[in-house]
């Protein structure tokens, strides 16, 4: 018996299998809005066997994205371009998740193949950054911080932006505490130097996450699954540490979240990371605490035996890979091959299934 093929209920949804793909800019939206490449991206995975997609970080403020390229979620044609690329996720069996997202101190940046690095002028279609404290990401433009508005601001954001996602017909809503985008940013006090009631202590530094939490749970009810992506640590001195993490994490799901999808990393350049296979692993065992906390883990899992291992150790309770998707976009179908487990191949493709 696969445990990786092995389905997984979260309130009213029942993930066929375990091995997900996880949440990849493209930079090709235009105006926020998602466009053919988006469409046959992700696709292509469900095609491939994906249990679940959660489609790339996608603003839930204009001024929220990673670049002038990203994905959004504020308006309702960023919704209706979402809406025939989670049907057609549908169509081939899988679910369809998306990632919602503030860049914060972290926006606002060239696309990675862009000629040009860090901060875009405004005069290019940059604008003004946004962060808990005016403490700059290390060769980024500074940003303002954040006044009371401007924080009623994210927590209306996200509440708009999930009632527009549950609108296009996606199953799972995922919100982006990771990778030293904004909600990291107040979790972490590197980034939070605040003296208000959203800085300082732990509990003060997750406020906004968990308002954030609050405000989605309202608008997604009891039947939809909340995941929350954090990054475990910084991998820095005096950063947000996985002892940390897993006090948030309980908090989380105190709030209405349902999995936590722990990854690390990405609040200060100076990071020092030791990246092997299935490095981030241990760090979703610890914030899992035996079972009491779903999680999923993710980082360098590439290998259906791999994979099947994490869920095996009882580190994790889903694996969300990235990079081997991209690959290989059947990972799902091949892993399944590879470990003779069951799983719902797409008809067209029976022949393929034991030899
Ligand atoms: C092209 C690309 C885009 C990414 N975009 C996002 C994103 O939108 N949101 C996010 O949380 N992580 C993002 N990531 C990180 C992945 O989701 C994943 O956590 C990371 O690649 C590690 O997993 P892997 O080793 O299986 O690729 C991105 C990674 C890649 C390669």
Same mark, same amino acid.
């Given at each position: 018996?696969?445990?990786?093929?092995?389905?997984?209920s979260?309130?009213?949804?029942?993930?066929?299998?375990?091995?997900?793909?996880?949440?990849?800019?493209?930079?090709?939206?235009?105006?926020?809005?998602?466009?053919?490449?988006?469409?046959?991206?992700?696709?292509?995975?469900?095609?491939?066997?994906?249990?679940?997609?959660?489609?790339?970080?996608?603003?839930?403020?204009?001024?929220?994205?990673?670049?002038?390229?990203?994905?959004?979620?504020?308006?309702?044609?960023?919704?209706?371009?979402?809406?025939?690329i989670?049907?057609?996720?549908?169509?081939?069996?899988?679910?369809?998740?998306?990632?919602?997202?503030?860049? =914060? %101190?972290?926006a606002?940046t060239?696309?990675?193949?862009?000629?040009? %690095?860090?901060?875009?002028?405004?005069?290019?279609?940059?604008?003004?950054?946004?962060?808990?404290?005016?403490?700059?990401?290390?060769?980024?433009?500074?940003?303002?911080?954040?006044?009371?508005?401007?924080?009623?601001?994210?927590?209306?954001?996200?509440?708009?932006?999930?009632?527009?996602?549950?609108?296009?017909?996606?199953?799972?809503?995922?919100?982006?505490?990771?990778?030293?985008?904004?909600?990291?940013?107040?979790?972490?006090?590197?980034?939070?130097?605040?003296?208000?009631?959203?800085?300082?202590?732990?509990?003060?530094?997750?406020?906004?996450?968990?308002?954030?939490?609050?405000?989605?749970r309202?608008?997604?009810?009891?039947?939809?699954?909340?995941?929350?992506?954090i990054?475990a640590?910084?991998?820095?001195? =005096?950063?947000?540490?996985?002892?940390?993490?897993?006090?948030?994490a309980?908090?989380?799901?105190?709030?209405?979240?349902?999995?936590?999808?722990?990854?690390?990393?990405?609040?200060?350049?100076?990071?020092?990371?030791?990246?092997?296979?299935?490095?981030?692993?241990?760090?979703?065992?610890?914030?899992?605490?035996?079972?009491?906390?779903?999680?999923a883990?993710?980082?360098?899992?590439?290998?259906?035996? +791999?994979?099947? +291992?994490?869920?095996?150790?009882?580190?994790?309770?889903?694996?969300?890979?990235? %990079?081997?998707?991209?690959?290989?976009?059947?990972?799902?179908?091949?892993?399944?091959?590879?470990?003779?487990?069951?799983?719902?191949?797409?008809?067209?493709?029976? %022949?393929?299934?034991?030899?």
């Amino acid at each position: 018996m696969s445990l990786l093929f092995s389905p997984l209920s979260i309130r009213s949804v029942t993930f066929p299998n375990r091995l997900w793909v996880s949440p990849m800019c493209m930079y090709s939206a235009v105006d926020g809005v998602v466009q053919e490449w988006h469409h046959t991206h992700l696709a292509q995975f469900a095609s491939g066997g994906a249990g679940l997609i959660v489609a790339e970080a996608s603003s839930v403020v204009p001024e929220g994205r990673i670049s002038p390229r990203d994905a959004g979620i504020w308006n309702d044609a960023q919704r209706d371009a979402w809406t025939p690329i989670v049907q057609a996720i549908h169509e081939r069996g899988s679910l369809a998740g998306i990632q919602l997202a503030h860049a =914060g %101190r972290k926006a606002s940046t060239w696309w990675p193949w862009a000629d040009e %690095r860090g901060s875009v002028p405004e005069a290019d279609g940059g604008w003004q950054t946004v962060a808990p404290s005016a403490v700059a990401f290390e060769g980024f433009e500074s940003p303002v911080a954040m006044d009371a508005a401007g924080i009623e601001r994210v927590v209306d954001g996200f509440r708009s932006a999930a009632g527009r996602a549950l609108d296009a017909g996606f199953d799972v809503l995922e919100l982006h505490g990771a990778h030293g985008y904004l909600l990291h940013q107040f979790l972490s006090p590197l980034s939070n130097l605040r003296t208000d009631e959203y800085g300082g202590s732990l509990e003060n530094r997750a406020r906004l996450l968990l308002r954030v939490i609050d405000a989605v749970r309202e608008v997604a009810g009891t039947n939809v699954p909340i995941f929350v992506r954090i990054s475990a640590t910084d991998h820095a001195e =005096g950063g947000f540490a996985p002892a940390d993490a897993a006090v948030v994490a309980e908090w989380a799901i105190e709030h209405g979240a349902d999995l936590i999808d722990v990854s690390s990393g990405g609040l200060v350049a100076h990071q020092k990371i030791d990246v092997h296979p299935g490095y981030q692993v241990p760090l979703a065992a610890a914030v899992r605490q035996n079972g009491r906390v779903p999680v999923a883990a993710v980082g360098l899992i590439t290998g259906a035996e +791999q994979a099947e +291992q994490v869920l095996a150790e009882g580190s994790a309770d889903a694996v969300f890979a990235g %990079r081997e998707w991209l690959r290989d976009p059947h990972f799902a179908l091949r892993a399944a091959h590879e470990l003779g487990a069951e799983t719902a191949w797409p008809p067209q493709y029976l %022949r393929a299934r034991w030899r």
